[in-house]
C-alpha cells in the first residue's frame, strides 16, 4: 500500500497549484493523515470530496495513523500548507511507513522554500534550510552569525522561516547582525496576489527602513 505525501496550496486553489494526476489521485482517497484538521477539511472539499466521509485523523491527536495502510487501504499525509514533512511533523509519519516496508509517494506540488529560492537569485546549486532560528536574543543573533559564516565559508545560502509575529523582530536582529555586503531576500505570501519577494544587500534594507508585517516570509541569507 501507499502513502502518498500530498502538498496543499500556499494560498491559490488546489486546482491552480497542483497538476490533474495529483488531483485525481487525491480524490481517489479515504483516509488521510493531516497536520490540522480544519484546514484539511477546507482543502478536500475544495476538490469537491464529501468530507464527512472521510476518515481525516490529525497526527498530534491519533496514536496509530498507519492502520489504514495496514488494512491494505493507500491514505494520504497532508501538511496545513506546502509539502508535508518539510518543517511538518508529517515526517514521523513517513518514517513510520518505511519502518513497517510501505511505499511512499510524493505528489507534485508547491514548496514556500523551493519558491523562494528559485525566486532570490542566490546560490542555488548549493543551500540549506535551518528551520526557526532561536527566539532568545542572544542566541538568535549568534546563530545569525553563524549561518553568515557557514554560507561564506561554504558559498552556500542560509534558508530559514519564523513565526509570523516575529518576523519584524528577525528582520531587525538580521539588520543589527549581519555585514552590509551580505545579501538577504525576504519571499512573504508566496502564490498570494499580495506576494512580495526582494533580494537585497543587507545594507541597502537598512537604508529601506523596510518592515514585514504578520505574513508568511522565507527568509534567504547568501554572504559572499
Known amino acids: 500500500m501507499i502513502l502518498y505525501a500530498i502538498p496543499t496550496p500556499l494560498g491559490a486553489s488546489p486546482e491552480q497549484s497542483l497538476p490533474a494526476p495529483a488531483l485525481a489521485t487525491i480524490r481517489s482517497l479515504k483516509d488521510f493523515a493531516v497536520e490540522?484538521?480544519?484546514?484539511?477539511?477546507?482543502?478536500?472539499?475544495?476538490?469537491?470530496?464529501?468530507?464527512?466521509?472521510?476518515?481525516?485523523?490529525?497526527?498530534?491527536?491519533?496514536?496509530?495513523?498507519?492502520?489504514?495502510?495496514?488494512?491494505?487501504?493507500?491514505?494520504?499525509?497532508?501538511?496545513?500548507?506546502?509539502?508535508?514533512?518539510?518543517?511538518?511533523?508529517?515526517?514521523?509519519?513517513?518514517?513510520?511507513?518505511?519502518?513497517?516496508?510501505f511505499r511512499v509517494v510524493p505528489l507534485v506540488g508547491p514548496s514556500s522554500i523551493a519558491l523562494a529560492l528559485m525566486a532570490s537569485g542566490l546560490e542555488g546549486q548549493r543551500f540549506a534550510f535551518c528551520g526557526y532560528l532561536p527566539r532568545e536574543p542572544g542566541e538568535r543573533s549568534k546563530r545569525i552569525r553563524e549561518l553568515e559564516a557557514r554560507s561564506k565559508k561554504e558559498a552556500q545560502t542560509e534558508i530559514f522561516i519564523e513565526t509570523p509575529y516575529r518576523n519584524d523582530a528577525l528582520l531587525s536582529a538580521l539588520l543589527e547582525t549581519c555585514a552590509s555586503a551580505t545579501q538577504l531576500c525576504v519571499a512573504a505570501d508566496l502564490t498570494l496576489p499580495t506576494e512580495k519577494i526582494k533580494t537585497k544587500t543587507v545594507a541597502d534594507w537598512r537604508r529601506a527602513r523596510a518592515t514585514i508585517g504578520k505574513r508568511p516570509a522565507v527568509f534567504l541569507l547568501y554572504r559572499t
Do not use: W, Y
Open 36 to 101: 490540522n484538521a480544519k484546514s484539511a477539511r477546507a482543502f478536500l472539499g475544495a476538490l469537491g470530496m464529501q468530507v464527512r466521509a472521510l476518515n481525516i485523523q490529525v497526527i498530534d491527536d491519533a496514536h496509530d495513523l498507519l492502520t489504514p495502510l495496514r488494512e491494505k487501504r493507500p491514505m494520504g499525509l497532508l501538511s496545513e500548507a506546502g509539502c508535508p514533512a518539510i518543517a511538518d511533523p508529517g515526517a514521523a509519519i513517513v518514517e513510520a511507513a518505511h519502518r513497517e516496508g
